[in-house]
């Protein structure tokens, strides 16, 4: 049995802003250094950013107010 990929999305900048809550400065400035994906030239004046590695990116982040010992398993 096949099964049937889900489409490649490609978000532009306005919509990786909407799908983070970061600004365009701080989305260059993580990529550059390395810490956000980066984006992939579409055409010669048009970059954009794959929706899978956003999303994988927003769920690599920690969750707020937690610790190292509050994500372990098996913690009371």
Do not use: C, H
């Amino acid at each position: 049995m096949k099964t049937a990929l889900a489409p490649l999305r490609m978000l532009r900048l306005r919509d990786v802003i909407a799908l983070t809550g970061l600004q365009r400065d701080t989305i260059y400035r993580l990529g550059n250094a390395g810490k956000f994906p980066r984006p992939r030239k579409l055409s010669e004046r048009a970059s954009a950013w794959r929706e899978d590695e956003v999303r994988a990116w927003i769920e690599s982040r920690p969750v707020s107010g937690s610790t190292p010992s509050d994500r372990s398993v098996g913690t009371p």
